[in-house]
T-cell receptor, first 113, second 119 residues
Framework: AQSVTQLGSHVSVSEGALVLLRCNYS??????LFWYVQYPNQGLQLLLK??????LVKGINGFEAEFKKSETSFHLTKPSAHMRDAAEYFC???????????FGTGTRLKVLA | GAVVSQHPSWVICKSGTSVKIECRSL??????MFWYRQFPKQSLMLMAT?????????EQGVEKDKFLINHASLTLSTLTVTSAHPEDSSFYIC???????????????FGDGTRLSIL
């Protein structure tokens, strides 16, 4: 069965500092992986996706993620945090053979001035 | 592109009433839509998969008679919470997949959610 683990339910960084949000997956087949961001009282916005075309994926708002098969990881990074990046971030894997997602538990990013 | 509109964004109603939430794909057709429930400070819980022209597929533990789903067209799915009670209060989010993009790597596009409060 597939699963997603997001280490760290809360992450705080200073404005301008590196953002690193962790996501590890478990899958018996090549996975499709996604990162979404959720602002308060809103739905989810797609940041980026991995679909096996390239291991380093660039997304919107300066975010990127690297797929590492050996580590079963798909961590999200941004070189310099901005106040507007404060939000909830979800990692998701597309469930094997279906279109359904399995979501991680989410990481709340706080950006300190 | 790939805009999903969800309505209403916020609703308050009395216990015992039924509430209908609409999910529309505005610039694409969606044969498959998903309904999620999100509790405060938690992740999204998939409730059901809505398929155009057929019955919805509910996840284990979700009451079919409580949460009625209709997907009558390629751009509209509705979730009706029947005889709602305070424990049904939650944030409900829908998502949709573009029917032209059939591979599993294509993302779901999410609506902005509906905050339901039952008094």
């Amino acid at each position: 069965a597939q699963s997603v683990t997001q280490l760290g339910s809360h992450v705080s960084v200073s404005e301008g500092a590196l953002v690193l949000l962790r996501c590890n997956y478990s899958s018996s087949v090549p996975p499709y992986l996604f990162w979404y961001v959720q602002y308060p009282n809103q739905g989810l916005q797609l940041l980026l996706k991995y679909t096996s075309a390239a291991t380093l994926v660039k997304g919107i708002n300066g975010f990127e993620a690297e797929f590492k098969k050996s580590e079963t990881s798909f961590h999200l990074t941004k070189p310099s945090a901005h106040m507007r990046d404060a939000a909830e971030y979800f990692c998701a894997v597309s469930s094997s053979g279906t279109y359904k997602y399995i979501f991680g538990t989410g990481t709340r990013l706080k950006v300190l001035a | 592109g790939a805009v999903v509109s969800q309505h209403p964004s916020w609703v308050i109603c009395k216990s015992g009433t039924s509430v209908k939430i609409e999910c529309r794909s505005l610039d694409f057709q969606a044969t498959t839509m998903f309904w999620y429930r999100q509790f405060p400070k938690q992740s999204l819980m998939l409730m059901a998969t809505s398929n155009e022209g057929s019955k919805a597929t509910y996840e284990q533990g979700v009451e079919k008679d409580k949460f009625l789903i209709n997907h009558a067209s390629l751009t509209l799915s509705t979730l009706t919470v029947t005889s709602a009670h305070p424990e049904d209060s939650s944030f409900y989010i829908c998502s949709a997949r573009d029917r032209r993009k059939g591979d599993l790597g294509q993302p779901q596009h999410f609506g902005d959610g509906t905050r339901l409060s039952i008094l």
